[in-house]
C-alpha cells in the first residue's frame, strides 16, 4: 500500500510546486499593474477636467477684461466700438496667467501624485513627468532627471521617450550634441509611430538639417502626419505667432504707420491660412488708420476666412461688419442659408441640386461652398470628374485659410493629379496642415513661460518647435540666445546657437532673421567678422523682401568700401531706396546722405587741390 506522501510526490512533481509560487507573483504583478493604471488614469482625468475648467475661466475672464478694460466707444458715420488687434492680445494673455495661475495648487497636487505613480514604473505616468520635468509644466524644470527617465523609457520601447532623447542629442540639452544620435533616435520614434518624431524628420530632409536634403523623403514623412487626420475635421489650431523680438525692439509698434514691408508679410500670413493675421487685417480695415485705408469689404473677406478656420472673434467681428453694412449681413445670411440647403440635397443623395446651391454659396464667397465644390469634382459625385474645377475650388477655399483645401491641394500636387506633379509644392502644403496640429498650442505654453520670466522654460519649448520646423519659434529661439539670459547654456554657446537659428528662420522666409545673419556676419558674432557674407545676407534680404534696413547696410558697406567696392554713388543709391521703402528710413537716410556729401564735397575739393598742384 501506498502512503499518502508517496502518493503527493506522484501526483505532483517537483517542477509543479515550483510554479505555483510564480503564477502566483504573476498574477500578483498584472494586479499592481492594474492598480497602478487605475491611479494613472485617475489624476489624468482629473487633471483634463481641471484644465478644461480653467479654460472655461479664462475665456469669461478674458471678455470681462476687454470689455471693461478696452472698450473705447467712438463715433464714426455709425456707432461702433475700436477693437484694436494688441487689446485683444493683451486681454488675453492677462486673462490666461491669471486664470492659469489660480489653477495652479490643484495642478501641482495632481502632478505630485502623478510623479508618485511614475517612480512605481508606471510608463504612461513616466512620459508625462519626464516631460514636465523637461519644459518646467507644473514641476520644477530638471533636464538631468528627465533625461534619465528618457533613457529608461526608451530602453522599454517608448517612441516618445526615443523622439525626446533624439531632441536632446539635437539641442544638446544635458548631453553633448550629436546630430548622429539625435538621428538615431528620431528613426526610432518615428518608426513607432511618433508623430512628432516623423514632423521633425520631415522638416530635417526638406531643409536638409544633418541629412542629405531630400523632398520626396520629406513629403513621406510629412504625408504621414496629415493622414493622421486629427486636426482636419476640427479645422486646425489658430497658431499663435507671436514674435518676442517685434514685442521687445518694436515696444511702439501698436500705434502709429505699419510699415508697409509689415503689412505685406501679414498679408503673406493671412494667404497662408495664418487666422490672426486675417483678424489682424480684418480689423486695420474695418477702422482704417495707420496707413490702411477704411475698407469694409476687405475686412469683412478677411473675417469671413478667420470664421471659416474657426476662429470665434473673427465670428463677433462678422457681426460689428454686419452692423457697419448691411450688405455684408445679407450676403453672410444668404451664404450660411444656401451652404445648409446644398447640404440636405448633398446626404439625401440629390447631388444635382446640392451641386446648384454649393455654386450659389461658392459665389457668395462661403468657403466650405468652395470646399464641398472642389471635392463633388475631385471625386465626380453629381457631375462629370474635372480635376482642374477641383483645383480651382480648393485653391479658393485654401485662401480663407481652410485645413482641409490645403490637404487636399497637396495631395493633388503629391500625387499630380490635375496639376503638374511638385514635390516642392506638396511639402510646403502638407508642412502647413501639419503645423496645425495638437502640438502647436505648445507655442503659446512657451510664450506664457517666457512672459513669466521663466526664460530656460521657454526656451526649451521653442527649441522642441524649432526642431518640428516653426520658423517662429526658430526666431524666437535666436532672440532668447541672443539676449544672454539664459542658464542652460554657457555664455560662449548662445552666439553660435543663435546663428543657427537665424540660419534656419531665413531660409523660411523671415525677413528680419536674414538682416540678423548680415549682422552677425558683420560684427563677427558667433562667427568670423566676414563682410562678403554679411553683404551677401543684406543683398537677399533687399531683392527678395524689400527690407529698408537692408537697403541701407548695404548703403553703408558701399560708402566705407567693406566686402564690397567703395562707390558714393551705389551708396546713395541705395540710401534713397531705403527712404522710399520706409517712412522710418527717412531721418537716418537724411543723416547718412548729409554725411555723404561732405565726404564727396571734401574728397572733390581734395581731387582738385592735388590737379591744379599738378
Known amino acids: 500500500m501506498v502512503s499518502f506522501p508517496e502518493l503527493l510526490c506522484v501526483s505532483f512533481p517537483l517542477h509543479s510546486l515550483i510554479l505555483f509560487p510564480l503564477a502566483d507573483e ?66 488675453f494673455v492677462f486673462a490666461n496667467l491669471t486664470h492659469a495661475t489660480s489653477a495652479y495648487p490643484t495642478i501641482f497636487r495632481l502632478y505630485e501624485k502623478l510623479l508618485k505613480v511614475s517612480e512605481k514604473g508606471h510608463q504612461k505616468a513616466m512620459e508625462k513627468v519626464a516631460y514636465a520635468m523637461l519644459f518646467g509644466d507644473y514641476m520644477n524644470q530638471n533636464v538631468t532627471k528627465a533625461k ?42 518615428a518608426l513607432g509611430g511618433n508623430l512628432v518624431a516623423h514632423m521633425i524628420l520631415g522638416y530635417r530632409y526638406w531643409g536638409g538639417v544633418g541629412v542629405p536634403q531630400s523632398c520626396e523623403s520629406a513629403l513621406t514623412h510629412y504625408r504621414l502626419v496629415a493622414n493622421q487626420g486629427e486636426h482636419l475635421h476640427s479645422g486646425g489650431s489658430a497658431v499663435q505667432r507671436i514674435r518676442l523680438l517685434d514685442e521687445v525692439e518694436n515696444p511702439g509698434s ?111 464667397g462661403w468657403v466650405d461652398g468652395q470646399l464641398q465644390l472642389g471635392t463633388m469634382y475631385y471625386n465626380g459625385i453629381g457631375v462629370k470628374r474635372d480635376y482642374k474645377q477641383a483645383l480651382k475650388f480648393f485653391n479658393l477655399a485654401s485662401q480663407a485659410g ?22 516642392h509644392t506638396a511639402v510646403e502644403l502638407f508642412k502647413n496642415v ?50 544672454k539670459g539664459v542658464k542652460i547654456f554657457s555664455e560662449n554657446e548662445t552666439y553660435p546657437r543663435a546663428l543657427l537659428h537665424w540660419t534656419r528662420a531665413a531660409a523660411q522666409g523671415y525677413t528680419v532673421a536674414r538682416i540678423k545673419l548680415g549682422d552677425y556676419h558683420f560684427y563677427g558674432y558667433g562667427t568670423d567678422v566676414d563682410y562678403e557674407t554679411a553683404v551677401i545676407h543684406y543683398r537677399l534680404a533687399s531683392e527678395q523682401q524689400h527690407s529698408a534696413q537692408a537697403m541701407f547696410n548695404l548703403g553703408y558697406m558701399h560708402e566705407k568700401g567693406l566686402g564690397i567696392k567703395q562707390d558714393i554713388h551705389l551708396a546713395k543709391r541705395f540710401y534713397d531706396m531705403a527712404a522710399e521703402a520706409s517712412p522710418d528710413a527717412q531721418v537716418p537716410v537724411f543723416m547718412a546722405l548729409c554725411k555723404l556729401g561732405l565726404v564727396y564735397t571734401l574728397q572733390y575739393l581734395q581731387d582738385f587741390n592735388v590737379s591744379t598742384s599738378s
Open 254 to 364: 501698436t500705434s502709429g504707420m505699419l510699415e508697409e514691408d509689415l503689412i505685406q508679410y501679414y498679408q503673406f500670413l493671412a494667404e497662408k491660412g495664418d487666422v490672426q493675421a486675417q483678424v489682424g487685417l480684418g480689423q486695420l480695415h474695418l477702422h482704417g488708420g495707420r496707413g490702411v485705408e477704411q475698407n469694409h469689404q476687405r475686412a469683412y473677406d478677411y473675417f469671413n476666412q478667420a470664421a471659416n478656420a474657426g476662429n470665434t472673434h473673427a465670428m463677433a467681428f462678422l457681426g460689428k461688419v454686419g452692423e457697419m453694412s448691411s450688405v455684408c449681413r445679407l450676403s453672410v445670411c444668404l451664404s450660411i442659408t444656401i451652404f445648409f440647403v446644398a447640404i440636405l440635397y448633398r446626404y439625401t443623395d440629390n447631388y444635382e441640386l446640392a451641386l446648384k446651391y454649393f455654386q450659389k454659396a461658392a459665389e457668395q
Open 148 to 189: 534619465e527617465m528618457f533613457e529608461k523609457l526608451a530602453m522599454e520601447g517608448s517612441p516618445k521617450a526615443q523622439m525626446a532623447l533624439g531632441f536632446l542629442y539635437a539641442a544638446g540639452l544635458g548631453v553633448n550634441s550629436s546630430q548622429a544620435k539625435a538621428l538615431v533616435y528620431y528613426t526610432f520614434g
Open 402 to 423: 481652410h485645413i482641409l483645401a490645403f490637404y487636399n491641394l497637396a495631395q493633388m500636387h503629391a500625387t499630380g493629379t490635375g496639376v503638374m506633379r511638385s514635390c
Open 26 to 91: 504573476q498574477a500578483q504583478q498584472r494586479l499592481q499593474a492594474e492598480e497602478l493604471d487605475e491611479q494613472y488614469q485617475t489624476v489624468l482625468r482629473m487633471l483634463n477636467a481641471t484644465t478644461r475648467r480653467a479654460q472655461k475661466k479664462e475665456l469669461v475672464f478674458f471678455l470681462l477684461i476687454y470689455f471693461t478694460v478696452f472698450y473705447q466707444p467712438t463715433y464714426c458715420h455709425v456707432n461702433t466700438v475700436v477693437m484694436y488687434p494688441h487689446h485683444f492680445y493683451y486681454a
Open 434 to 483: 501639419c503645423e496645425r496640429g495638437r502640438w502647436s498650442d505648445r507655442l503659446m505654453t512657451a510664450y506664457g513661460s517666457f512672459k513669466e520670466g521663466e526664460t530656460d522654460a521657454a526656451l526649451v519649448q521653442y527649441l522642441l518647435l524649432a526642431e518640428q520646423g516653426y520658423e517662429v519659434a526658430q526666431s524666437n529661439v535666436a532672440f532668447i540666445l541672443d539676449q
